[in-house]
């Protein structure tokens, strides 16, 4: 690490403010991208306005919907959050999509194995397994960027595709369900299905107390601290006598045990057993959504639920005006492109000028 | 020159392994090679694509969405025209606006250049997905052309004189950087601007043009990456196409020390490594689930990082916003 290089610095403004003006941007966003979708649309020969409404209708018009839109968020919150988390580091997790999934099947394999116990032991063991594994993943590339100077992008971004194909094994052979020719692992037991209180799913308000978890963490306690340092001046902490190194690792654990804990609420109280094509996605939605909530451990909760309730409604809208489903990945992009473009942040005031990236070996 | 260089062993214990491969059996050893040529160009370009950009400064973790659109677009001009020189050069725009893009939010917005990359991978996976339509197909695929003469030499024809167009195209692109880079006043320009922007400044070079104008040829490279993939090699396109070969390609660029050989040399490193492995399976040898022979390449790019971060030495102004008058 030389010394005339930047130092690797957070975009993200101290986690206690909250003020309104910057929150604006965000809004700006979703509103642009979902006209400039609705432009794409009306090419494609759709009326855009039948689109957003059904999307919108199913999403937040009932009961059932709203729930049905709090179920696909809780994932969205789980991976923002774990985004976030890395981002204070100065840390750019993306691979929260695999640590995702390697919370997904090590959930959908404690569901299965361990019979006989009563609901309120076995959920949280469940649970524990999904973030304890998703930790692991994500540990790989905290130890290399910490004693190997590896760039925790490559790490993050082959370690998705490297879980990935062992999970496509593992469920395709030794975690199959037995008899059956898919891929796929046998349905959890029914004393590791997580609750629906009235069609709000359990796994939600766990995710909302996570994220006020980490931001109280962030905030108010010396790890917090060590993580906000630094990700804001790695220099400035290794001076202030702060181990750069184990604070790294430490944020890629807990970033990775979030993530991880995202995959584990998907199977225990969606998907009830692991097959490949699940919870393809979520892992990214994170990055648009931490981007989104401004990195803020709960300013990411009404992006994800934004964008759950998308996912919620995307079928229903395919049905009513022909729209594909993945305009919602469209709109993701989109949002991401808006939110993070500095054009529109300058306009309303930014300091922030700073680069995370400081090349590949440092 | 050293003759007993590490270089050099590397060459001959490379050499000595397919001389014993070759004389043991002489016609797969020669169809793996070709079939590793193959599988390195794409990565090969892609690593050029690295190198364009960060010999001037500029991260481009965007390549995997440069080559996904321009491989999408290449693919479905070609069947919307039945022409797929049409979706070639389509294509090549494509990259070039996505290498503009970069260059738009990188130079002149002075965004993190990893966000801004990744918001052209998110970008071409959206629009990918979104405007993909199942069951269209192209006329035809760019057909292998054996150079007269050349391809009759046993071993080095069929594995470098029977190929298609792009891929000669490519490896001519791999060769002229090389002699650009380091032998022309822009390479030598690109290299000030990267290593020490406000040197170059100062010595009358515009940082901004300059990198402006490579990030955008850089893009149209990745095209060729892209349309090689959906119009040579494979002759079709699925969502998530490219399948992180512009992650792997930026483990190849820091592998080959930011040298268009070098990368070309760690490319053709890998495409073998993957031709074995496939061969490998269908001599039924050993038996790797495919699971794993999938996951080989993000490996190596993992253990290639690993052995060579902290050896290498990226150019000193990668990643950082140039603004005049800085020190």
């Known amino acids: ?111 299965v194995t361990f019979d006989g116990l009563p609901g309120y032991i076995h959920i949280p063991i469940a649970l524990i397994a999904g973030a304890f594994f998703g930790s692991i993943v994500a540990g790989i590339s905290g130890f290399l960027k910490a004693y190997r100077g590896v760039h925790e992008v490559i790490t993050t971004i082959m370690l998705n595709s490297i879980v990935m194909a062992i999970a496509d094994y593992l469920a395709s052979h030794q975690l199959r369900e037995p008899d059956q020719f898919l891929t796929r692992t046998s349905e959890i037991l029914p004393s590791a299905k997580m609750p629906i209180y009235s069609h709000l799913p359990l796994g939600f308000f766990i995710a909302v107390a996570l994220a006020l978890l980490i931001w109280w963490i962030l905030g108010r306690t010396t790890s917090g601290f060590r993580i906000e340092t630094v990700g804001r001046n790695r220099h400035a902490a290794w001076y202030a006598g702060i181990s750069v190194k184990k604070t790294v690792i430490s944020a890629m654990l807990i970033s990775g045990a979030i993530a991880g804990l995202g995959g584990a609420v998907e199977t225990l109280g969606i998907t009830y057993r ?54 919602v990945d469209l709109l993701m992009a989109l949002i991401l492109l808006l939110v993070t473009a500095p054009l529109i942040t300058r306009f309303f005031k930014n300091n922030s000028n700073k680069s995370m990236t400081s090349g590949w070996g440092n | 020159m050293k003759l007993l260089s590490k270089r050099n062993g590397y060459f001959l214990i490379a050499f000595l392994a397919t001389l014993f491969f070759y004389t043991r059996d002489g016609d797969i050893t020669t169809s793996v090679y070709a079939t590793g040529t193959a599988f390195a160009l794409p990565l090969a370009l892609a690593a050029m694509v690295g190198i364009m950009c960060e010999r001037t400064g500029i991260v481009n973790i965007g390549i995997e969405g440069t080559m996904l659109l321009s491989a999408f677009v290449a693919f479905f001009v070609s069947s919307l025209t039945q022409n797929i020189m049409i979706g070639l050069f389509a294509a090549i725009l494509t990259g070039s606006i996505m290498g503009l893009l970069l260059a738009l939010m990188a130079v002149s917005w002075r965004m993190d250049q990893i966000i801004a990359g990744t918001i052209l991978n998110i970008l071409a996976t959206g629009l990918t997905s979104f405007l993909y339509v199942q069951g269209k197909t192209i006329p035809n695929v760019f057909q292998a052309i054996e150079v007269p003469g050349l391809s009759k030499i046993p071993f080095f024809g069929p594995v470098l004189f029977i190929h298609g167009p792009l891929t000669f195209l490519g490896l001519a692109v791999i060769l002229t950087l090389y002699v650009a880079i380091y032998h022309t006043p822009w390479g030598l320009r690109s290299r000030a601007v990267g290593e020490h922007p406000s040197s170059a400044d100062t010595a009358g070079v515009s940082v901004a043009r300059l990198r402006y104008i490579n990030v955008t040829i850089a893009g149209a490279i990745g095209a060729l990456a892209g349309a090689y993939l959906s119009l040579e090699l494979v002759g079709s396109f699925e969502r998530g196409f490219t399948a992180g070969k512009g992650f792997t390609a930026l483990a190849l660029m820091i592998f080959g020390r930011w040298n268009p050989l070098g990368a070309l040399g760690a490319a053709l490193f890998f495409g073998l490594a993957q031709a074995y492995a496939n061969q490998l399976m269908i001599d039924q040898v050993v038996n790797i689930p495919s699971q794993f022979t999938a996951a080989l390449p993000y490996i190596m790019t993992i253990v290639v990082l690993t052995i060579s971060a902290g050896k290498v030495r990226p150019p000193a102004a990668e990643g950082q916003p140039y603004e005049k008058g800085q020190a």
Not at chain 1, 37 to 47: D, E, P, T
């Open chain 1, 274 to 327: 692991y097959a490949p094509a699940f919870n393809l996605g979520l892992g990214f939605d994170g990055i648009t959504i931490a981007l989104l909530g401004r990195v803020h451990p709960l300013g990411i909760i009404p992006g994800a639920i934004l964008i759950g309730g998308m996912r919620a409604g995307a079928a229903n809208m395919q049905f009513d005006s022909g729209v594909a489903p993945e305009l």
């Open chain 1, 1 to 111: 690490m030389s010394d005339t290089k930047v130092v690797t610095e957070s975009k993200s403004k101290p986690v206690k403010s909250f003020d309104v003006g910057s929150w604006l941007i965000p809004i700006i966003a979703v509103l642009v991208a979902m006209f400039i979708a609705a432009i794409l649309i009306k090419l494609q020969g759709s009326n855009p306005i039948t689109a957003y409404k059904s999307l919108f209708k199913t999403a937040f018009g009932s009961l059932e919907g709203i729930g049905l839109t709090l179920g696909k968020s809780t994932p969205l919150v789980l991976s923002g959050l774990a985004v976030a988390v890395g981002l204070r580091a100065g840390l750019f997790n993306i691979g929260a999509q695999g640590q995702l999934l390697s919370g997904a099947l090590a959930a959908a394999w404690a569901g």
